[in-house]
């Protein structure tokens, strides 16, 4: 589960995460305390620090355990927890003649119960509460011919029920929540979608009217272009094509490199298939540098230079040809540096 559905968990909405998380798994454990500590004199200091571990460890899964609902392991642990409490608080297996003692623990079971139907666990937590009543009424009537606990287990049914209606009600409006933020996000992302648009057009159009605009307005003033104006404007629409055809290879350095290739005679080719994406900027830095040696040393043929898709073995290639042979640059997804011709 993610951290976006964890926080529209009913425990989250109740405030039983985070730091009134903690108060509330403090008071818990507190609850739990003082409800079993009336049977640390009706049966064995080990039947007692069962119960007790039993019932705080259940607490612990149910307020620290991420997921909704409850996963079924850990409802089982607590669903035996509280079945484990029951025994150990109501029995006294040490006499010749087991008897039963103080029923004040099914209170607290009933608490923990209440809060596995919070989890998003309602029937495992009403299947608990009827098998702790079934308990109960085997210990009264089988070995104390009474029915005293089974009315205890009655009322404590009361905190179940509670937090069984309570979690009733709350699922629409949590679904209500869920759907509203899921909107919000929606709307927030297409915000942010056209802002990027808008600020990747306005750079281009800033990029353009920066190189572009004096050779244009040349044109449109209807001036004769001299051999040499014709050859700027070849090297304007190479670097514009790059700007749209490789945005990740463009920077001033490359530019001047590309540009000085160029009028030189070599074919230069950038192509950017998206590698760059989350690559530390060390390596990015890298094989711009290869790229502006690459162009520098070149004086006729072509060079191709290419980020790879991400996920690839290599990060880039840079292909150099020229009549005296080729030459292949390989660099590595961790900046290893393969040369071959």
């Given amino acids: 589960m993610t951290d976006r559905d964890d926080d529209f968990e009913l425990r989250a909405l109740l405030g039983m995460r985070g730091r009134s998380g903690w108060v509330f798994q403090a008071s818990l454990a507190v609850t739990i305390t003082l409800y079993i500590t009336p049977s640390f004199t009706e049966v064995p200091i080990a039947q007692f620090v069962v119960a007790l571990a039993a019932m705080l460890g259940a607490g612990a899964i149910l307020l620290l355990l991420p997921g909704e609902p409850l996963p079924w392991p850990a409802t089982a642990v607590v669903l035996a927890a509280g079945l484990v409490t029951v025994l150990a608080t109501h029995v006294n297996f040490t006499e010749d003649a087991v008897r039963q003692r103080q029923p004040l623990a099914t209170l607290v079971v009933s608490f923990v119960l209440a809060v596995l139907a919070v989890r998003g666990r309602i029937f495992a937590a009403w299947a608990g509460a009827a098998a702790v009543a079934a308990v109960l009424g085997f210990v009264d009537i089988v070995l104390d011919i009474s029915v005293g606990s089974l009315f205890v287990s009655v009322l404590a049914l009361a905190s179940l029920a509670g937090a069984t209606v309570c979690a009733l009600v709350l699922r629409p409006t949590q679904r209500s929540l869920r759907l509203l933020h899921d909107d919000v996000a ?26 572009a605009r004096p050779m244009l307005e040349r044109i449109a003033r209807g001036a004769d272009l001299t051999p040499a104006d014709r050859e700027v404007c070849r090297l304007l629409e190479a670097e514009l094509r790059d700007g749209l055809r490789a945005p990740q290879l463009v920077t001033d350095q490359l530019n001047a490199a590309a540009r000085g290739a160029r009028s030189r005679g070599v074919e230069v080719l950038l192509l950017d ?5 989350g690559v530390a900027a060390t390596l990015r830095t890298r094989v711009l540098d290869l790229a502006v040696r690459e162009l ?19 990060l880039a290639t840079i292909l150099a040809s ?20």
Avoid: C, K, W
Wanted: charged share 25%; no cysteine.
């Fill in 273 to 277: 298939d998206g590698g760059f994406t």
């Fill in 296 to 314: 520098d040393a070149a004086n006729a043929g072509s060079v191709t230079i290419r980020v790879l898709p991400a996920g690839r073995r290599n």
């Fill in 186 to 211: 929606m709307r927030a992302a297409a915000e942010a979608t056209m802002a990027a648009e808008h600020s990747e057009r306005n750079r281009q159009l800033s990029r353009l009217d920066e190189l």
């Fill in 322 to 341: 020229a009549p005296g042979g080729d030459r292949r640059t390989e660099i590595g997804s961790t900046g290893e540096i393969l040369v071959s011709t």
